[in-house]
């Protein structure tokens, strides 16, 4: 079980290095690659050159789209959000050399690509950009049938593999495999019940495993979970509501409904989904004006802000920041930060980040000025505390890893709640315990690992002399963790060469880091 938590934890170590835009884009490559060899030998419905020419057009409806888009609302083109819609759009739509049904393809690139600006709020699109245009085709093709619909051709018993084997990894990095999960659950055994209904309705004999195959290696419910129901952007902020989209997704892309002539199946399906997740997440998205950077220690900085608007988030969780730069690196011009501030001190929001790394991310938000506003396309995690107060805690935070917590300790202060916590602070030197101050006020015990001995401690903190930072020597400090609910926030080594000690805890909650 340890072996196993730490190639885990080591994986998620790697894909944290790649952005989830590029890491999308390299797995919906692969799969279009895959694809096309397998259509050289006929394998999948559409031809090499249909293939081909529908990417084109695909290509050039969407990129146009966004780059005059951008040219009229200001901002960077996000190549990898156009490239990731051409290749969704490519397995959901019918490959074709028709004219008029090229056209349609051409129609419903447009159409995703302006979603993204027009069905927008706060800075995040509302709906999966790929769903809308598929499912204003499909619409369309009720009055003009040669332009085409969705038909979702991706559900083939040829591509189910290598789906199943590109989407983990993308589920993998945005740390979905459950939500997902519970989806494909749901859409299955709901696809089962409504065929198996249909089979007996026609007199015929329903074979149970043979039914239950086709239903998952035929149809397209795993490249939709895979690759855009799992699209951090349209998901609520918590894993709670994420299951709550899951299931409703999954029951009526199992059992769709028609309505008139179109049906509410698959894209339509997401795009119900979608409004449920923006009810759940549309207070989270706001625009923040920089006031100040403030030093901490020799690569700390806490970067101050002010919130346009009152937000909702809850002492724990995170936001996603967008800095807008020329030439980005391949990880973006998003990052997600935990909240240092407390829900309490808003509209004040703070947020920590560690130098050293020469990413453009990193140059770009360095070089931001008082006054200038960026902005936070949402707030998620679960990285949150226990509801009942009495509940005994450990934190465990490594460098960077503290501002979770000091987040919910400001919170337990200001609220004035009572709570049993015990706090392992992990750093390279001594000269690198950020927040001290904050820590210091809760006036909770603090056992501190780091390579030097610490010149000054407050009394209810100590340095762990002689104490190897391993499982062994976390049960040393910590002799009752069997007692308490573990939280840990650090680099997934950490997690992972503790994991034998985390695992005798009431329960256990990580959040992982990998660096910016």
């Not at 650090?490 to 910016?516: H, M, N, Q, V």
Request: charged letters at 15%; glycine letters at 8%; aromatic letters at 10%.
């Amino acid at each position: 079980m340890t072996s196993l938590t730490a190639v885990w934890n080591r994986t998620l170590a790697v894909l944290g290095r790649v952005s989830m835009y590029r890491l999308g884009v390299l797995a919906l490559g692969a799969l279009a690659a895959i694809a096309f060899v397998l259509s050289l030998f006929g394998a999948v419905g559409p031809t090499p050159w249909e293939l081909l020419v529908s990417y084109v057009v695909l290509g050039a409806a969407c990129a146009a789209t966004d780059a005059i888009a951008h040219r009229v609302l200001g901002g960077h083109w996000r190549w990898e959000s156009s490239l990731i819609t051409v290749l969704i759009l490519l397995f959901v739509l019918r490959p074709t050399l028709e004219p008029l049904a090229l056209v349609g393809l051409l129609i419903a690139g447009v159409v995703a690509s302006a979603s993204k600006y027009v069905l927008a709020w706060q800075a995040r699109h509302i709906f999966n950009p790929a769903a809308v245009g598929a499912t204003v085709l499909t619409v369309l093709s009720v009055w003009f049938p040669a332009l085409g619909s969705s038909s979702w051709w991706v559900g083939s018993p040829f591509l189910a593999g290598p789906v199943i084997l590109l989407g983990m990894v993308v589920l993998v990095r945005t740390e979905k495999v459950r939500v997902i999960t519970l989806f494909l659950l749901i859409a299955v055994a709901v696809a089962f019940v409504r065929t198996s209904v249909q089979y007996q309705q026609a007199g015929l004999v329903v074979d149970a495993g043979t039914v239950f195959w086709n239903i998952l290696w035929s149809s397209p419910f795993l490249f939709l979970g895979a690759f855009m129901l799992s699209e951090p952007l349209t998901l609520p902020p918590r894993r709670w509501q994420q299951f709550a989209v899951a299931a409703v997704v999954g029951a009526l892309a199992g059992w769709p409904i028609d309505v008139g002539d179109v049906s509410l199946g698959q894209e339509r399906a997401l795009l119900i989904g979608n409004l449920l997740a923006f009810a759940f997440a549309a207070r989270t998205a706001v625009r923040l004006t920089f006031q100040e950077r403030i030093v901490l220690t020799p690569t700390v900085r806490e970067l101050s802000f002010r919130a346009e608007r009152r937000f909702r988030f809850v002492a724990g969780q995170y936001l996603e920041l967008e800095v807008p730069h020329a030439r980005p690196d391949a990880r973006g011009t998003r990052r997600e930060f935990s909240i240092v501030s407390a829900p309490d001190e808003l509209p004040e929001v703070r947020i920590a980040l560690r130098e050293g790394s020469q990413s453009s991310y990193k140059k770009a938000l360095a070089a931001v000025e008082p006054g200038q506003e960026l902005a936070v396309t949402g707030v998620w995690g679960d990285f949150v505390l226990p509801a009942r107060p009495s509940a005994p805690v450990l934190m465990v935070a490594a460098g960077i890893g503290v501002t979770p917590f000091v987040s919910q300790l400001r919170h337990v202060r200001l609220s004035g709640e009572d709570r049993d916590v015990v706090f392992v602070y992990v750093a390279s030197d001594a000269e690198e315990l950020a927040f001290r101050d904050e820590l210091e006020q809760s006036g909770i015990p603090v056992i501190v690992f780091t390579r030097d001995e610490p010149a000054t401690l407050p009394p209810h903190w100590r340095w762990a002399r002689g104490v190897r930072l391993d499982a062994d020597g976390l049960l040393e400090v910590v002799p009752d963790i069997g007692a308490r609910h573990a939280y840990v926030s650090g680099p997934p080594r950490l997690i992972a060469d503790l994991a034998p000690a985390l695992e005798k805890a009431r329960s256990l909650t990580t959040d992982a880091f990998a660096g910016y």
